[in-house]
């Protein structure tokens, strides 16, 4: 299973990706506009994450605001601080807005303004 996202630069999106998971990226050269981040060998999920690069790109208003934000990933993670620093150190910012105040979960945004949540499991 493949998922997608639109953004305004596919390798770099897929880079943040890649380095906030510890995935592999995976790029076509004949259509550079979509790059894929895959698990590493060995992983048998069959899944990765697409980027499609689009013109005139516009990124998501979360919660309140005229671009919906359409879709979130949510991340099992062992520990919101250990993924919180990973996540920030690949480039995701920690939205202003967290919906609980219980730090089960957490909202961030990936450089291309998708928000995605951490979830402590």
Request: net charge negative; hydrophobic share 45%; aromatic share 10%.
């Amino acid at each position: 299973m493949v998922f997608a996202l639109d953004c305004p630069d596919a390798l770099a999106l897929a880079q943040f990706y890649a380095d906030l998971l510890g995935w592999v990226v995976r790029v076509d050269a004949a259509d550079p506009d979509w790059v894929e981040v895959v698990a590493p060998a060995g992983d048998k999920s069959g899944f990765s994450l697409a980027f499609q690069q689009i013109e005139h790109y516009r990124m998501p208003e979360w919660p309140d605001g005229e671009v919906a934000q359409q879709a979130h990933l949510d991340f099992h993670v062992d520990s919101l601080q250990r993924a919180g620093a990973i996540a920030e150190a690949a480039g995701a910012t920690k939205h202003l807005r967290q919906p609980l105040s219980d730090a089960t979960f957490a909202v961030y945004t990936d450089p291309a303004g998708h928000p995605f949540c951490l979830c402590e499991v």
